[in-house]
């Protein structure tokens, strides 16, 4: 999926315009016991109430793709023959209506999830989507489809208790200290399956929503569909970084970190300006030049790749932004941290002054401390 298949999804999430009739679901304690269950018709309900349901939903489809939103492939021999995929196909195909299916994958999600002393509520909802054919200028041909889209959206959101307030009490015109005993919070976790790939099903795909890009559920993926993820955006970082120190060794200097910094934030300035769909993607190939052309030699940046292609497979395509930080650059030395605006990064420079290690930042004419003007000590008499 792109972004722009997921915001035709999200924008449809409202009681005006989806086709989800109810929602269902369970109350699960910290004893992994369930307490109540959901069966909730949305159209029964407030239209406010119904908006808080959907609302919930749609943040399963909330974060950036390759970072909270995560591919989960299932292989042919699954697809075929094999109890996950049975299940989440049985939930699609009966529109969610047999009780005796979820309660089956409720007791499924809860054996792998493990949410500490926290309760939290499993929510399910199908819905159909008859999606309209696009003209040459993108716009809707209302009226006009030849497909039909089945899927079902799931969401584990944690159950907090409410902070107390102070309320204003009619009846006797006094204010006291409330707060609702229980509050659903966003999701922790969820999928949308199948995927709404070139605007039509992918019965192939299960789109994995986290909130946290660093904690991908494991037992969850494992036990639900029983495939293996790809990285996390942590992972990713994290190994990219550990290729370039351990192979550049001495060689890592702050002139090739800062050169392939400003390369990854362009790929990803560029493709929030042009509005592209797909996530920004650099080559390992390409940040091999990007070395090559900071003057490192031929034999580590071959390194650098053979390692990336171990760690990504080969030939590996990878997000710019599960890679750094693009909204700051900061450079630690001993207990001094100096944080720059990364298309400014190019401002920091090391020098060895008598020996000593020094970093050195053109001061300009304006120098501030915690917003107080200062002058630099010698610079009256300059």
Do not use: W
């Amino acid at each position: 999926m792109n972004q722009k298949e997921l915001g035709e999804l999200r924008r449809r999430l409202r009681p005006e315009k989806c086709a989800m009739k109810c929602v269902y679901g369970c109350y699960v304690n910290s004893n992994k016991e369930i307490i109540s269950y959901l069966d909730e018709n949305l159209g029964r309900m407030s239209e406010q109430e119904a908006e808080k349901y959907l609302g919930l939903l749609k943040k399963t489809l909330s974060g950036t793709l390759g970072k909270n939103l995560i591919d989960i492939v299932f292989s042919t021999e699954q697809v075929m023959d094999s109890d996950e995929y049975r299940l989440l196909s049985a939930l699609r195909e009966s529109e969610l209506k047999s009780g005796e299916i979820r309660e089956e994958f409720y007791h499924k999600v809860i054996d792998s999830l493990d949410m500490g002393d926290m309760n939290y509520v499993i929510l399910l909802a199908y819905d159909v989507y008859d999606v309209p054919n696009r003209g040459g200028d993108s716009e809707d041909r209302r009226g006009e489809s030849d497909s039909v889209y089945r899927y079902i959206l799931c969401g584990v959101c944690p159950v907090k208790n409410g902070k107390m307030e102070l309320g204003y009490f009619a009846g006797e015109n006094e204010f006291h200290s409330c707060a609702p005993e229980q509050i659903v919070a966003a999701p922790e976790l969820g999928f949308l399956f199948p995927t709404f790939d070139d605007r039509a099903a992918n019965i192939y795909n299960v789109l994995f929503y986290t909130k946290s890009a660093g904690d991908l559920h494991q037992d969850f993926l494992d036990t639900v569909f029983h495939t293996e993820p790809p990285m996390s955006a942590g992972e990713q970082r994290e190994a990219f970084e550990s290729a370039l120190t351990g192979a550049l060794a001495g060689s890592c200097r702050l002139e090739v970190v800062q050169a392939i910094h400003e390369q990854l934030r362009e790929k990803i300035e560029t493709s929030k300006e042009e509005k592209d769909p797909e996530p920004p993607s650099i080559t390992v190939g390409e940040v091999e030049e990007i070395l090559l052309r900071q003057g490192v030699v031929p034999e580590q940046a071959e390194a650098f790749r053979r390692e990336c292609a171990d760690r990504f497979g080969e030939n590996a395509s990878l997000n710019p932004e599960n890679l750094i930080d693009s909204k700051r650059f900061a450079v630690k030395a001993g207990e001094a941290t100096v944080t720059v605006e990364p298309s400014c990064s190019y401002l920091v420079e090391t020098r060895i002054i008598d020996g000593v290690k020094y970093l050195l930042i053109p001061a300009g004419n304006d120098i501030e401390v915690n917003g107080l003007p200062v002058s630099i000590s010698g610079e009256e008499e300059a």
